[in-house]
């Protein structure tokens, strides 16, 4: 099936799935169910029916009674023999039917195609057809399109019947051992003829040369041999009707083909093209090639050679050489492309979705680079989809295209260092760079007179300061990168388009669109805005575009429905549109001057008397020294709670806090200063015990434990082991042992996570903290003298009076 069968067919189906959208029922496949006749449950609403590869021999009158809605049917592959004439009475609508791949017997006699004036698409090929005499059936098809037809005789009069039918496209499925009368096609009225040879070879010029007379485009394919019919009735005749030729799926010798397209370009056909070509015997050296020709345009895609052994120079020199203005090799694996021998007509070149790399159109000459300036004429290339890699060096490669204009390099892996050297045609006004792996750099390496410009799906985040500015820029596409906010013009000051949609950004900030003035259009659809304060001036300028108020005629594509809430959760995928922020809420200047002016006042008055008192101090400190005060009081102990107890306190600290331990604790709390019995390691711990097991003694010797927190102290093993066997101590005793002192701000981030209950302490309990101003000192060590002081066993208070 060619290409534009293929589309005819795919366009029916698509209108039925258009169409059937609205039922389950409106699709019904019953294809390869072994079926021997129509099925009688197909459903009311059916459109599209396949039946095919089944064993349906016969179709009868009311098979399709209930099936009044049918525009598809598909029949083909099941043996069919026999179609009554009244089968299609109940399907008015039918536009679609595939008969082929059957065993029907005679073109001139299918009167069941009375009944199918409706019909757009019509295949019987592949039956028993022995003469293609078609029936006076077939001329009431008037709206029919698309017929495809196969037979072993073709002879005059045969499409008679079908002389006032105007087709798109004649489809004629043969056989190598076809007989063709001269002028057969005469009656058959069509802008294109398909000719398919089902894998076989040429043999009838007549046909040929009938298609070539009667029809503006011919297709042949399907192509193994027979290549010098054609190349014969192109060198008869200078002059023929046909515009358009192609040939699709062949197997061809090197010779062959190119003695064909040197035959077509004496010709005055047009548009020359060839797919799926297979290529045998390849060049080992140059091919001689017409040097003028009035055709216009010539294609290859997906082409292939079948031999390793053979010159690529040789191939590529026939193409890029040939005299004509469109050129178009795609899908194809060509891996370089030489410059032509002269100044080239070419006006477009196409090699996309090949695997050209960063030499294209140069050669070496020693150690030098030797440059194309042979494609001077050439508006339009496309390097779509290959190996390019150096930005910097295809710029090189293009720099003497002097009247390119649309330059197309997308779907390439670029890698650019930044470097300002690039050699870009001046010419230039369309680049696209899409989909080519490129960063923000990409902009020092731009043609300066480029006026529409595709960057999307890069990744780009940011427009840098550029040295040289774009001064022509009017549309500019940044879609698919990350750009986190509105770029500004300073160096586009033409910028009319700007195309931002799938970037990066929350917020857009207004004040780089002043610097826009000629800015119209601007898409920033399907980015993750948070529905903050910051964004409200962007809804705004929104709900201004969509009602044309302001002075700005800017138009902001897809509002309302393309832009929509990430942030905050209770707004996610609200439109902007109806998402409300109160002005007031997002103005501290208008929120103090209707409410909190006199609040802040008093509360700033307040607190810088308290701050130049250091009341807050003082009361914290006082609060402190009541609490310990009300708990010595209040705490009822027994007897047997002072067995083993020692000492009113023990003391953990850091070996580098040893100094401050030395000169200020243990002078303000033992002695006649404070009167209380301190434990601590250098004095206390017993010789011979180890760390631990002093560390445990002390602890349960001591009515109390102090500990020293300080950045050093959170860094130390042993005061971490200390900690931890003084609050198991508090746990089991169940009383308030642990006194925290803090000797230097100590944030909460900073302390090891092992620390646990540490932080958990710092949270609950109140401690106290080591003022740095002396005037403060003696309100500290009477906090902690009351929280320390406590009632040891006589024995021990006469001990240390003594």
Not at 12 to 18: D, E, F, P, S, T
């Amino acid at each position: 099936m060619g290409p534009s069968t293929a589309f005819l067919w795919a366009a029916a189906v698509l209108v039925m799935l258009q169409m059937c959208t609205s039922t389950h029922d409106g699709i019904v496949d019953r294809s390869s169910r072994n079926l021997s006749s129509v099925p009688t449950d197909l459903p009311l609403a059916a459109e599209y029916i396949d039946l095919s590869c089944n064993h349906i021999h016969q179709l009868h009158k009311g098979e399709f009674k209930n099936t009044t809605l049918l525009r598809f049917l598909n029949m083909s592959w099941n043996g069919l023999e026999l179609i009554d004439t009244e089968t299609f009475h109940d399907t008015p609508l039918l536009e679609n039917l595939d008969l082929s791949h059957n065993l029907l017997r005679n073109l001139s006699d299918q009167r069941y195609l009375s009944f199918t004036g409706n019909l757009r698409v019509l295949n019987m090929a592949w039956n028993k057809f022995e003469n293609m005499t078609l029936g006076r059936e077939f001329s009431l098809l008037r709206k029919l399109e698309s017929l495809t037809l196969g037979a072993k005789v073709i002879s005059l009069g045969d499409f008679k019947n079908i002389a006032n039918v105007t087709l798109y496209c004649l489809t004629l499925s043969l056989e190598e051992e076809l007989d063709y009368e001269a002028n057969s096609l005469m009656d058959s009225h069509a802008e294109k003829i398909q000719v398919d040879l089902n894998g076989g070879k040429i043999t009838q010029s007549e046909l040929l040369a009938d298609a070539l007379s009667f029809f503006v485009e011919v297709e042949v394919r399907n192509i193994s041999g027979g290549y010098q019919y054609v190349k014969t009735q192109l060198s008869k005749r200078a002059i023929i009707s046909t515009r358009t030729l192609s040939v699709n799926n062949i197997v061809i010798d090197w010779d062959d083909l190119t003695q064909l397209i040197n035959a077509t370009l004496y010709t005055s056909i047009a548009q020359l093209s060839a797919s799926d070509v297979a290529i045998n015997k390849p060049p080992i050296k140059d091919t001689p090639l017409a040097e003028t020709s009035s055709m216009q345009s010539f294609t290859a895609s997906r082409a292939a050679v079948t031999s390793f052994f053979f010159s690529q120079e040789a191939l590529y020199n026939f193409f890029i050489n040939l005299p004509v203005e469109h050129c178009a090799i795609v899908e194809t694996s060509l891996i370089h492309m030489t410059c032509p021998k002269k100044q080239s007509p070419i006006l477009e070149l196409d090699f996309s979705f090949c695997a050209l790399s960063d030499s294209i159109f140069s050669r070496f000459e020693g150690q030098k680079t030797v440059e194309c300036e042979t494609l001077g004429n050439v508006q339009n290339l496309s390097l779509v989809g290959n190996n390019l890699k150096n930005l910097q060096v295809v710029s090189q490669r293009l720099q003497y295209m002097k009247s390119l204009r649309h330059l197309d390099l997308s779907i390439n892996s670029f890698v650019y260092d930044g470097s300002p050297y690039c050699k870009w045609p001046p010419s230039i006004t369309v680049m696209n760079l899409s989909s080519g792996g490129l960063t923000d750099n990409v902009f020092n390496c731009l043609p300066k007179g480029v006026e529409t410009l595709d960057l999307q799906n890069n990744q780009i985040s940011v427009i840098p300061q550029l040295v040289h500015k774009l001064l022509n820029l009017s549309s500019l596409n940044l879609n698919a990168n990350r750009l986190r906010d509105l770029p500004v013009c300073d160096d586009f000051p033409k910028m009319t388009e700007l195309l931002l949609k799938s970037n990066s950004l929350h917020a857009p900030s207004l004040r780089n669109l002043k610097r826009c003035p000629n800015l119209k259009i601007l898409d920033a659809s399907d980015n993750p805005f948070t529905c903050t304060c910051p964004l409200r001036h962007f809804i705004r300028l929104g709900i201004q575009t969509e009602y044309k108020s302001g002075h700005s005629g800017l138009e902001l594509l897809k509002w309302p429905e393309g832009y929509h809430c990430i942030y905050p959760e209770a707004a996610r995928n609200s439109t902007l549109e109806i998402f409300q922020i109160p002005e007031i809420s997002c103005s501290a200047s208008l929120l103090a001057a209707t409410i909190l002016v006199p609040s802040v006042v008093l509360i700033v008055s307040i607190f810088f008397l308290c701050r130049r008192l250091d009341v807050p101090w003082y009361m914290g400190m006082i609060w402190q020294w009541t609490r310990a005060k009300h708990r010595a009081r209040m705490r009822q102990l027994r007897p047997e709670d002072l067995v083993g107890i020692e000492f009113h306190a023990f003391v953990s600290y850091s070996q580098h806090d040893a100094d401050w331990v030395k000169n200020f604790l243990l002078l303000n709390l033992e002695g006649p200063a404070g009167g209380l019995r301190i434990c601590h390691h250098e004095k206390d711990f017993v010789p011979g015990k180890t760390i631990m097991e002093n560390i445990i003694t002390c602890v349960e010797k001591s009515r109390r434990s102090v500990f020293l927190l300080s950045a050093h102290f959170i860094k130390s093993e042993w005061c971490h082991y200390e900690l931890y066997f003084a609050s198991h101590q508090r746990l089991s005793q169940g009383s308030d042992s642990l006194v925290l002192v803090l000797l230097e701000p100590l944030p909460q981030y900073l302390i090891p996570s092992k620390y646990y209950q540490l932080k958990s302490m710092m949270k609950r309990h109140t401690y106290l903290e080591w003022p740095q101003d002396k005037a403060k000192h003696r309100l500290f060590w009477a906090n902690l003298r009351a929280a320390l002081q406590a009632d040891l066993p006589s024995k021990l208070v006469a001990e240390t009076e003594e």
